[in-house]
């Protein structure tokens, strides 16, 4: 049986808490917008983490057929929040700091929040 966009987006959530991302949610913003259906929103504690979650990321997207576009740095550092655009599910690896002041959750709230 094919995995839905949203169990694909749950199973990242867990990897990405497997690989000790910290306060990690799941928010359906999919009647939101027309560009994405989820975000997966986790707090890293340094660019090694980061690296490595971004790793399993590309093996995840190898075992499940997801889109995978070219990443971007979305601070000037370059390290406090990386966003992995996989198509429908989005991911910000973000520092406390960054997390802290973009507040995501509270940009998108009216999305469901999931996790």
């Given at each position: 049986?094919?995995?839905?966009?949203?169990?694909?987006?749950?199973?990242?959530?867990?990897?990405?808490?497997?690989?000790?991302?910290?306060?990690?949610?799941?928010?359906?913003?999919?009647?939101?917008?027309?560009?994405?259906?989820?975000?997966?929103?986790?707090?890293?504690?340094?660019?090694?983490?980061?690296?490595?979650?971004?790793?399993?990321?590309?093996?995840y997207?190898?075992?499940?057929?997801?889109e995978?576009?070219?990443?971007?740095?979305?601070?000037?550092?370059?390290?406090?929040?990386?966003?992995?655009?996989?198509?429908?599910?989005?991911?910000?690896?973000?520092?406390?700091?960054?997390?802290?002041?973009?507040?995501?959750?509270?940009?998108w709230?009216?999305?469901?929040?999931?996790?």
């Amino acid at each position: 049986m094919e995995k839905t966009v949203e169990q694909m987006a749950l199973e990242l959530a867990q990897l990405m808490e497997d690989g000790k991302g910290q306060d990690v949610s799941v928010l359906d913003i999919s009647k939101l917008n027309s560009w994405t259906d989820y975000f997966v929103i986790v707090t890293v504690t340094s660019s090694a983490q980061a690296e490595g979650m971004y790793r399993y990321v590309k093996e995840y997207n190898k075992e499940n057929g997801l889109e995978f576009h070219q990443t971007a740095h979305k601070s000037p550092q370059g390290n406090e929040w990386i966003l992995l655009d996989l198509g429908a599910i989005v991911i910000h690896l973000m520092t406390k700091e960054a997390r802290d002041f973009y507040e995501l959750e509270k940009l998108w709230h009216a999305g469901v929040k999931l996790r």
